[in-house]
């Protein structure tokens, strides 16, 4: 059977790099309906919530490499402010507090004491041109500090590949040598560099964000883009919510005012500043009157998808159409005349007409059966699916080099769009085989994807009711505030 695969960041991402080259008119594919949704007009109230947990998860504390910091303790007593009248309660009170200010200064101490013994650290951001002999000249540091920094053992070489906007931070000493250094690739990732006796070693210091998990919900009066808008979601996140239901409900055609949806997400926190967002954990959405739920879920493969509340997938087996078309050039017809051989054909395909190297994707997981030149077709993919199901996908311009019997997985682009061998303009010639039969691939019932593997099933329901509660709990505080 078919394996779930993760329908995460990544599809989600690559729908927004194609997302300007989208047509609103074709509506039937759900990557056009996404496009859809951000392209309808907006008019009219919207009413829309959203509002933050305050509920943090293992921030890691970044580390200063100062093994010298130590606090010191205060002896008890000793402090003149302690008088033996005051109760116990105020008396370990005022302790308390001389003991804070203690640690206070031991600190300002010891950050001092290594000022002086490892300099103050200076900030540099790489502009577009930098390199590193510019960058370590511009700090009074020569050539062979340079060499001896890059050839410092396993991350030396990261250096070799700055990137305007990152940044270095030098720290000198008196005597004007580099002590540390540190390499930041982002808020998240940097490379701290020590000098120690025999030449600098580095690590690779990672942080981990905050996760809020964060409920928001909303009721569509025009479009699902300005209530999702209005309840706080990003774009990036409403395409997400709208790749998640695309599969049961056509956000072009079958979205009505009054339609609502709630649904709690990640959000990710650095030192109280928001990063991004993460993954939607659990969402419903309601459609004239119908109620869709569906739970995150990451099988013990490691896979994570979309579930119904009783372990069906949410996605169906095949995408509907494999390409981001712009109009349908030739239906499947049993009776048609070849466009060039005048003659009495069958057309066993439809047409998708697409500009040249639209990217081709498989249709459903499978193997690789074909792959190359055949007469007629030009190049083309044939992929064997479970259930005996074939597609075929022909007139490509380029293949993406797949090999017989290789697997593929759903969305995986398998070719180029083209005109190669019998075609008069660049289009996708795509077949639905059923047992050998050709089926019209515009209308055949599509499959569900693999539900919720049995030995999983128990997990999931835990996991599945967790995650709905959780939901409810929060739609029905917001209600009760309302
Ligand atoms: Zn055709």
Known sequence: MNKAIPMGATRINQRLKHFPRRHLLLASTIAVSIMGLMALLPSGD??????????SIDAFQPQEATSELTSTVT????????????????ETAIKKEVEQDAEAKALAKAAYDLEQKLGKWHNVTIKSGDNL?????????????????????????TLASIRPGESLEFRINQEGTLTQLRYVKSRLESIFFNREDDGY??????????????????????????????AGLSQ????????????????????RSGDSFNLLYEEKYLEGEKLGDGDILV???????QTYTAIRYTDSNGDTDYYTPDGKSMKKAFLRTPVDFTRISSRFNPNRLHPVFKT????????????????????????????????????????????????????????????????????QTIAYVGKTGWATGPHLHYEFRVNGVHRNP????????????????????????????RLEKHRETLLATQ
């Open 201 to 230: 070693q580095a690590e690779l210091v990672t942080l981990s964000p905050e996760i809020h998990p964060t409920y928001a919900s909303g009721t569509i009066e025009s479009s699902l883009f300005l209530a999702s808008q209005k």
């Open 236 to 255: 990036n996140l409403t395409m997400e919510l709208a790749g998640i239901f695309g599969w049961d409900i056509d956000f072009v055609q079958d979205i």
């Open 344 to 411: 009495k054909r069958p057309h066993r395909g439809v047409d998708y007409a697409a500009p040249m190297n639209t990217p081709i994707k498989a249709a459903g997981d499978g193997r690789v059966q074909f792959s190359g030149w055949q007469n007629g077709f030009g190049n083309v993919v044939f992929i064997q699916h479970p259930n005996n199901v074939v597609t075929v996908y022909a007139h490509a311009n380029k293949l993406a080099g797949l090999k017989k019997g290789q697997k593929v997985r759903q969305g």
């Open 75 to 90: 002896t008890p007593g000793s402090s003149p402010f302690v008088s033996n009248q005051n109760s116990n309660q105020s």
């Open 442 to 469: 515009v209308t055949v019932k599509l499959p569900d994807a693999a539900p919720i593997a049995k030995s999983e099933m128990a997990n999931f329901r835990k996991k599945s009711k967790l995650m709905i509660a």
């Open 46 to 55: 919207v009413e829309a919530r959203r509002n933050e947990i305050p509920m």
């Open 133 to 157: 002999s510019v960058l370590f000249n511009s700090q009074g540091l020569n050539a062979s500090v340079v060499y001896q920094v890059a050839n410092t053992p396993k991350y030396g070489e």
């Open 283 to 289: 969402a419903s959405f309601t459609n004239h009157g």
